[in-house]
């Protein structure tokens, strides 16, 4: 089983490599955000108190972002591997996918880091509010987002860095380019 996260920050173009990579390789894509998203559209007591969260642009607790992710991992033992959109967002988080007592069956093989410059993320999303009518991509939730991502998913770099799994991928190049690289990145491991 490989397992990658996909690093960058918001608009970055992790959800579009994420599908490729899944349907190029067969893994499973596991997208936090798109979790999140059936669990508001079904309105379940996880989904209407996470949509509280999201609308304010903040990121929702560990517990409950990690069971959702361990429940579907489960669910999809059989997995040639899995690539990680949206998690972890936080040194805590990175912790806690490490802890064999959590997720024992489960090795982070490489973290995957889409590289887009700040002006180019604020650009992305607000565009793909406007294709997507996403709810959570307002410009102040974009700014909250951006800063939170700084401020508490950024460490993540060199978290994994010291561990020797980061692979920084030009993330301002077009989607075949990006894309090309990445498969590069996986090939070589």
């Known amino acids: 089983m490989?397992?990658?996260v996909l690093f960058g920050a918001p608009g970055s173009g992790k959800g579009t490599q994420a599908k490729l990579?899944?349907?190029?390789?067969?893994?499973?894509h596991v997208s936090t955000g798109d979790l999140f998203r059936y669990e508001i559209s079904h309105k379940t007591p996880l989904g209407l108190k996470a949509q509280e969260?999201?609308?304010?642009?903040?990121?929702c607790p560990d517990d409950i972002t990690l069971g959702m992710l361990n429940n579907h991992i489960q669910k999809h033992s059989d997995s040639k591997g899995f690539i990680?959109?949206?998690v972890p967002r936080t040194i805590k988080q990175a912790e806690m996918l490490d802890d064999k007592n959590l997720f024992k069956d489960l090795n982070i093989d490489m973290v995957l880091y889409l590289y887009v410059e700040m002006e180019e993320v604020e650009r992305r999303i607000l565009k793909r509010?406007?294709?997507?009518?996403?709810?959570?991509?307002t410009p102040e939730t974009v700014k909250s987002r951006v800063a939170n991502f700084f401020e508490q998913t950024m460490p993540l770099e060199e978290y994994y860095n010291k561990q020797g799994k980061v692979i920084r991928i030009d993330g301002m190049q077009d989607i075949e380019?990006?894309?090309a690289d990445i498969c590069k990145a996986i090939e070589g491991r």
Not at 21 to 28: C, L, S, T, W
Request: aromatic share 12%; hydrophobic share 40%; net charge negative.
């Open 2 to 4: 490989t397992n990658i």
């Open 21 to 28: 990579i899944a349907e190029k390789f067969g893994f499973d």
């Open 53 to 59: 969260i999201i609308n304010r642009g903040d990121l």
């Open 84 to 86: 990680f959109d949206g």
């Open 129 to 137: 509010a406007q294709i997507e009518n996403r709810a959570d991509d």
């Open 177 to 179: 380019h990006v894309f």
